[in-house]
């Protein structure tokens, strides 16, 4: 027991332990960069670790393998979104999904992560298949009731699907999304905001 009443073990343990969580971030940090680039096939544990500074097997000594790192990049990414997006309790669905088109627009690397790995987890091999058949089914099913919401409350017109208006919710933001990675004059903001005056909101008097 030290002198302030901490065992000295445990007072020597902070300074490896906080080394460690900021290498382990930046293994995060270069697959994030690498598995945007490539794909989560393309994308190998020796090009990771050689942009961190470490072997292979020291990279190993964080993450178990490479499915491993992968999920901790997309579990980073997930928080992120969910972040800009706000609080449920104080943004509506169509409100938060224009905080997310114009948080993608500053985040490039992320945005194209998800862009590439989506794609190849059409591919009913792929490690993230079933995961994300499961992210846009509960995607939509959230949208759903909250689509059905709206249109009580008078915010979201009374003549579309909410079933269908809630997949083609995903459908867009991933559309303009990748328009956006082909050509970044694209400005995904204004196109997102079309699509929701256009459909989403009911019309004005002046337009009815």
Same mark, same amino acid.
């Given at each position: ?32 960069? $690498?598995? @945007? ?14 942009? #961190?500074? $470490? ?6 000594? %964080? ?10 990049? &997309? ?12 609080? !449920?309790?104080? %943004? ?20 194209? &992560? ?6 190849? @987890?059409?591919?009913?091999?792929? !490690? ?9 089914? @509960? ?42 990675? &082909?050509?970044?004059? $694209?400005?995904? #903001? ?11 909101? !009911?019309?004005? !008097?002046?337009?009815?």
């Amino acid at each position: 027991m030290g002198a302030d009443g901490q065992p000295a073990a445990g007072r020597g343990f902070r300074g490896p332990y906080a080394t460690g969580q900021a290498r382990r971030q930046a293994i995060v940090d270069e697959a994030t960069v $690498v598995f @945007a680039r490539t794909g989560f096939h393309g994308g190998s544990l020796r090009e990771i670790a050689k942009r #961190v500074g $470490v072997t292979p097997s020291g990279l190993l000594h %964080h993450f178990a393998d490479k499915e491993e790192l992968f999920a901790e990049v &997309l579990h980073q990414r997930d928080e992120a979104v969910r972040a800009a997006a706000g609080d !449920p309790a104080e %943004h509506t669905l169509i409100e938060q999904a224009k905080r997310v088109v114009a948080h993608n627009q500053t985040s490039r690397g992320l945005t194209s &992560l998800y862009a590439i790995v989506s794609a190849e @987890a059409t591919d009913a091999e792929h !490690p993230s298949h079933d995961d994300f058949a499961a992210r846009y089914r @509960a995607r939509a099913d959230e949208a759903v009731e909250i689509l059905r919401r709206g249109q009580e409350a008078g915010e979201v017109r009374d003549d579309i699907d909410p079933a269908l208006a809630a997949r083609l919710i995903s459908a867009v933001m991933d559309g303009i999304q990748l328009q956006w990675l &082909l050509d970044e004059s $694209v400005d995904m #903001v204004p196109l997102f905001d079309e699509f929701v005056r256009r459909y989403l909101h !009911p019309a004005s !008097p002046a337009q009815g």
